[in-house]
């Protein structure tokens, strides 16, 4: 045999062997994507317990049990760790680190307990894997740069920081990350508040008071405005008249399950006088501190 002989039967084989390899690699590749179809379709309609301001999704990631086990911070790829860290930071203490768009006494961490890490009250975890979500009261699919903007414009009774802000872009890099491994529209049990408590109870603020002096008013002070060791629950500290928690829904399922913080224990009813009475006291009026709406709707709903 020459060597040229040698030279062609060598390309010969090469040959062979790439195309082998490639029809494997095409072969794999549709056989996957049949795979994830036929796993769509088994998809069951419904959503996670948000079923109240926020509809749920038409669809979930049903066959996949999402599992609470959020990263170390510390973890994050070397890239987005400082974005992450200072998401967190303005999680924990947002007068501080986000205190231009924040007009009350309170910090994210007040209701998201642990910066939204625990898997309760409020949490966080998974959030980057939920959104853009369909939200009936308002009829459009926010992300979730238009869900924190509410929170600052409610919860934090300030303004809406812009979507190319610092504290924008580190307040996502943080959810992303805590999100990490949650699959993307999953139905997540620990997500949202529920409420109310009682359904067909009429919440009576004079026996609310009686409860707040008696279990609340020792950490969140006489008056309710707060004290060093616990946030004010109204006046012009607190969230305002638009914020989630100004309802007696909410309001009476956070209370029900987490307050006192460690040591939950209002029966059902407490919780919801608790709640009346938190809804008569006063506090800041919500103004919109940008169009709050998305212009052109696109629904999310498919044809009815
Ligand atoms: C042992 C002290 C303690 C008691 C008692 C207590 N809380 Fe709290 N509460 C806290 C703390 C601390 C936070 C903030 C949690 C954090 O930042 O980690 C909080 C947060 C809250 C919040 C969300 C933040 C805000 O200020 O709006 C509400 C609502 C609330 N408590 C309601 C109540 C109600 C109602 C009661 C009485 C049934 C109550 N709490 C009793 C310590 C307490
Ligand atoms: C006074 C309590 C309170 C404060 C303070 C607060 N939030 Fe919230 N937040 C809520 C409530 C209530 C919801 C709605 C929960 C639900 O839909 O069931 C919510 C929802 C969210 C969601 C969507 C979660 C989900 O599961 O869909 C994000 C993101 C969020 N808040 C971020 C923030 C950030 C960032 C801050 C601070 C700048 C903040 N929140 C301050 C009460 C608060």
Request: charge should be neutral; glycine fraction near 10%; hydrophobic fraction near 35%.
């Amino acid at each position: 045999m020459s060597i040229k002989q040698l030279l062609s039967a060598l390309c010969i084989t090469l040959c062979l062997c790439l195309g082998v390899g490639w029809v494997l690699v095409f072969f794999q590749s549709t056989a996957t994507v049949r795979y994830t179809l036929a796993e769509q379709h088994e998809i069951v309609p419904g959503g996670n317990e948000h079923g109240k301001d926020i509809a749920s999704q038409e669809s979930g990631n049903k066959g996949v049990q999402p599992v609470f086990n959020p990263p170390a911070l510390e973890d994050a790829p070397e890239g987005i760790r400082e974005a992450v860290l200072l998401g967190y930071k303005i999680m924990m203490d947002t007068p501080t680190y986000a205190g231009e768009y924040v007009g009350n006494e309170l910090s994210c961490r007040n209701c998201h307990f642990d910066a939204g890490r625990r898997r309760d009250t409020i949490s966080l975890v998974g959030v980057a894997a939920v959104y853009p979500r369909y939200r009936s009261r308002r009829e459009y699919s926010a992300d979730l740069t238009l869900r924190t903007q509410g929170c600052f414009e409610r919860s934090m009774n300030g303004t809406a920081p812009p979507a190319n802000s610092q504290v924008m872009q580190s307040l996502k890099a943080y959810y992303f990350w805590i999100s990490k491994n949650i699959p993307i529209y999953s139905d997540i049990p620990w997500l949202g508040l529920r409420g109310p408590v009682l359904n067909d109870y009429t919440p009576d603020p004079a026996k609310g008071r009686q409860v707040f002096q008696a279990v609340c008013s020792r950490c969140h002070g006489q008056d309710g405005t707060g004290t060093p060791i616990a946030p004010p629950l109204w006046g012009n500290g607190s969230f305002n008249d638009g914020a989630g928690m100004n309802t007696i829904k909410h309001f009476s399922d956070f209370s029900y399950r987490f307050m006192p913080k460690n040591g939950p224990m209002l029966s059902k009813e407490q919780a919801m006088d608790v709640a009346g009475y938190a809804q008569a006291q006063t506090r800041p009026h919500f103004v919109a501190s940008h169009p709050n709406r998305v212009e052109q709707v696109i629904s999310v709903k498919g044809e009815e």
